[in-house]
């Protein structure tokens, strides 16, 4: 059995330099403790971090050979969102909880049927579209938009 690199080691974007090789992952793969990837040129390693983390595009794990690997963004079926009152549609989809990347001019959601359906009939422009989907984080910059609980102490809607 061949021992693969293991990343434990996470360097945000903006925070590393130097030669990486690269991952290319879809939103919901960037969601990970511990898994194997395989590079964009087919060398596999193992991921190991010492709680579940949220990869933007840019950031790079460390292997334990020193090599980095900068995680990117594969294109993925999104929708674009445009309309007359984009702050209203925003408002809408973000109490949903649904992951958006907000634009100057438009917002892009995952290719969703029942959102689809909503922001239609609120009056949305909506466009398929095939690319990379980098959603804004959490409240600090970091994390899921949707990894709060919503039991007894979470919120009120």
Known sequence: MTKLPIAQTLHRKGHWTGPAQTCT?????????????????????????????????????????????????AAENVLIVTGDNLARLAWHIGNRHTPCQVEDNRVLIQNDPVIAHMLKHLGANLTEAEMPFTPEGGAYGHGRTHAHAHGATAHAH
Do not use: N, P
């Open 25 to 73: 992952l879809d939103y919901d793969a960037r969601f990970l403790r511990r898994k194997r990837l395989t590079t964009d040129d087919g060398q596999s390693f193992v991921v190991d971090l010492a709680q579940t983390t949220s990869l933007d595009h840019g950031d790079a794990l460390e292997t334990d050979t020193g090599a980095r690997v900068m995680i990117c963004a």
